[in-house]
C-alpha cells in the first residue's frame, strides 16, 4: 500500500507535467494527435488521484496506523464513518482530496460533448493541470498522505471530538467542491482571452459550472454555520473566524459574477468587470487555502503546525499576476464594441449597483481579515479585528443589497419610466411601510431591525408580484388553474425563477440574521437539584445530573425540565464530554427549536455537591436562517436543473486556427 500509494501521486505528476507539455504542442503545431494524447493523459491523472484517494480511505478503515496519517486522525474507538471522513481532517488528505476533485472536473470538461472538437480545450486543460501538477507536488514533497513510522503504534491518536459532527461529513466536501469549481470559469476566461474570442460563448458554457461552484460554496458556509451552532456550544453560527471569512469571499465574488454575466449576455457590458470577478473568485479560494495552511492567523478550523502556507502564496501570486497579464494584454479588445449605459433607472443599473455593494463586502471582510497581519508588520503589534468591526460594516451592505435586490425584478431594462417605477413600486413600498409599523407595534425598537424587516418585507412583495403577473398572464393564455400555471410558468423560466427562489431563501436568512443578532437574550446562572432558572417566558428547572459512559468517553448530562408560560415542553439534557484519546472536552447543548426562537441550553460546570452552573440563551427567528438556506439550495437546484445551451456555435476573431 505504501508503495502504490506514493507511486500513483508520483506518477500521476509526471503524468499531469507531460500532458501539459503535449498540450503545448499540440496548440503550437495545431495538431489533433497531441490535443487527443493530453487528453488521455488528464484521465490518467485522474485515475492517480482516484486510486491513491481510495488507498487512504483502505488504510483509515483498517486502522492502519504505521501510517503517520492514520495514526495522527483516527483511533479503533471510532466509528467506521468518522474513520473514513478523517481522509480531509488533516492537511494531506484534504489536499488529495482537492486534488481529487480539481482532476475529476478537468475530466469532465475535457470530455464535454460539448467541447468536443473546440480549440478552447487545449487551453482549458493546459490552464487547469497547471494547478492539478501543483497540487501533485505538494502531495509528492510537501504534505506527504502515504508517510510510514518508524515504529507500528498499537493505538492512534483519534479525530478531533469538533469533527466528530454529521455537520463535518458533508461541510468540506461541499466547500472544496465550490473552490475547486470556480477553477472551471477561470481556466475557460483565460482560454477566451487568450485566444482573442470576446463573445460571450466562455460566459455560456461555464453558466453551469460557476452556479454549481456557487451552489457547493453556499451549501459549506451553511453547513459550517450549522455545525458551529450544535457543536462548538457557544450559542451563535457565525463568528467572522479568519477560515470563515475565506470561504465567505469568494462567495459575494462570486455571486457578483453571476449577476453581471447577463449583464454581458443581454447588452454586451462590462466584459472586464466579469474576468476581473472571475480572476478574484479564483485568487480568493487560493487565498483561502493560504489561510487555513499558513498558520499565519489563529482559527478554530485552521490546520496546525503546517510549512504549507509559503508555497500556496507563490502559487496565488503566479495564478494572480498570470491572469491580470492576459486581462491587460487584452484590454482594448475586450472594451471594443462595449454597450454602454442607458439610464440609472434600469435593470442593468441595479445589477451594477449589486455588484459594486458584494465587491464593496468582499473587499471589507478582506481587509478585516488581513488588518492582524498588516499591523503586525508595520507597528510590530498584532491588532485583533473583532465581530463589531464586521457587523458595523456588513450591516448596512446587506439591508442595501436585500434592497437592490427588491428593486431588480420589477424595473425595466435600459430606462425605466416613472410611470413604471410609480406602477410597479407603490403597492410594495406601502406594504414595507406598513410592516415597519407592525414590527414598533409589536415591539421592535431597534433601527436597524426595523429597517431590516421592512426591507425584506419590500423584497418579498415584489417577487410575489413577479410570479402573480407572470401566472395571471399565463393563465390568460393557457386557462390553466393556478398551481399548473405556476409550475409550467417556472419550468419554462428556470434560470429566471430560480434566481427569485434564491432571493426569497437570502430573505429569509436575513430575518434569521436580524433576529438572532439583535434580539438574543443570555444567562449564567449556578443552581442547586430542584432551583429554577428563569429567562424571558421560560422556566428551566435543574432536576439531575448524572454521568454515563460511551466506549472510552466520559459524559455528564443534566436533566432540565422546560416549561413556557407555564406549559411543559418536556426534559433536555445538555451534556459535557471528556473524551479517552483528547485532552480538550467539548460541550453538547440542548436546543428546543421553534419558528419563533430556539433556547439554546449548556452545561458549563457543576461541583461535588450536585450544584452546576448553565449557560442559557434565547436564539430568535433561527429555523427561518435554515429554512432560508434550504430554500436557496432548491432554487440554485432549480435553475440549474435542465438549463440549455441551445444552439451555441463557437464564434472566434482570433487568428489562430482551429483545432478540429
Known sequence: MYLVGNLSIYIGLAISIFSLLIFIIGIYKQDQRFINSGKGGVLAAFICTAVASAILLYLLATEQFQFQYVHDYTSSELP???????????????????????????????????????????????????????????????????????????????????????????????????????????????????????????IKMTRRWTILAWMFLSLGNILGGQWAYVELGWGGYWAWDPVENASFMPWLTATAFLHSVMIQERKNMLKVWNVSLIITSYALTLFGTFLVRSGVLTSVHA??????????LIFMAFAVLGGLYVLMSRYNLIKRDAGQFHSFLSKESSFLINNLLLVGAAFAVFWGTIFPLVSEAVRGTKVTVGIPYFNAVQSPILLSMLFVMAVCPLIAWQRSSAKNLRKNFLYPSIF???????????????????????????????????????????????????????????????????????????????????????????????????????????????????????????????????????????????????????????????????????????????????????????????????????????????????????????????????VS
Not at 488533516?90 to 470538461?109: A, C, P, R
Not at 502515504?146 to 478531533?160: H, Q, R, S, T, Y
Not at 466536501?173 to 485566444?195: E, H, K, Q, S
Not at 411543559?568 to 440542548?590: D, I, R, T
Open 80 to 202: 467506521l464513518i468518522y474513520k473514513l471522513t478523517a481522509f480531509w481532517a488533516g492537511n494531506s488528505g484534504s489536499l488529495l482530496l482537492w486534488s481529487l476533485f480539481l482532476s475529476m472536473y478537468t475530466v469532465m470538461v475535457v470530455f464535454s460533448k460539448k467541447m468536443k472538437g473546440n480549440p478552447m480545450v487545449p487551453y482549458i486543460a493546459s490552464i487547469m493541470l497547471t494547478n492539478v501538477i501543483f497540487f501533485f507536488f505538494i502531495l509528492g514533497f510537501v504534505a506527504k498522505p502515504f508517510v510510514l513510522l518508524d515504529e507500528v503504534p498499537i493505538e492512534g491518536k483519534g479525530l478531533n471530538p469538533m469533527l466528530q459532527n454529521p455537520g463535518m461529513i458533508l461541510h468540506p466536501v461541499t466547500l472544496y467542491l465550490g473552490y475547486v469549481g470556480l477553477a472551471v470559469p477561470f481556466a475557460f476566461a483565460m482560454a477566451a482571452l487568450i485566444l482573442r474570442n470576446m463573445d460571450d460563448f466562455w
Open 432 to 658: 414595507a411601510i406598513i410592516a415597519m409599523v407592525l414590527m414598533v407595534v409589536i415591539g421592535v425598537r431597534k433601527t436597524w431591525a426595523v429597517i431590516g424587516y421592512g426591507v425584506i418585507a419590500f423584497l418579498l412583495i415584489t417577487h410575489y408580484l413577479e410570479f402573480y403577473r407572470g401566472v395571471k398572464a399565463r393563465r390568460k393564455m393557457t386557462k390553466e388553474n393556478i398551481p399548473v400555471a405556476l409550475w409550467r410558468l417556472m419550468v419554462r423560466n428556470r434560470r429566471r425563477y430560480g434566481g427569485y427562489l434564491v432571493h426569497l431563501g437570502i430573505a429569509f436568512i436575513a430575518m434569521g440574521i436580524i433576529g438572532s443578532q439583535n434580539y438574543d437574550l443570555e444567562t449564567m446562572k449556578t443552581v442547586k437539584l430542584g432551583e429554577s432558572i428563569e429567562i424571558k417566558d421560560y422556566k428551566i428547572i435543574y432536576e439531575k445530573l448524572d454521568q454515563r459512559k460511551e466506549g472510552i468517553n466520559d459524559i455528564i448530562y443534566a436533566d432540565l425540565r422546560i416549561f413556557q408560560n407555564g406549559k411543559p415542553l418536556g426534559v433536555m439534557e445538555p451534556e459535557k464530554v471528556f473524551y479517552g484519546n483528547w485532552e480538550q472536552p467539548s460541550s453538547e447543548p440542548a436546543i428546543v427549536n421553534s419558528w419563533k426562537e430556539d433556547l439554546y441550553l449548556v452545561l458549563s460546570a457543576w461541583e461535588n455537591d450536585g450544584r452546576a452552573t448553565f449557560i442559557v440563551k434565547i436564539n430568535p427567528m433561527m429555523n427561518w436562517l435554515w429554512l432560508g438556506s434550504i430554500i436557496l439550495v432548491i432554487g440554485t437546484l432549480f435553475a440549474v436543473w435542465s438549463g440549455k445551451y441551445g444552439n451555441i456555435t463557437p464564434r472566434y476573431s482570433g487568428s489562430k486556427r482551429e
Open 303 to 312: 490546520f496546525a503546525d503546517s510549512n504549507l502556507g509559503l508555497y500556496f
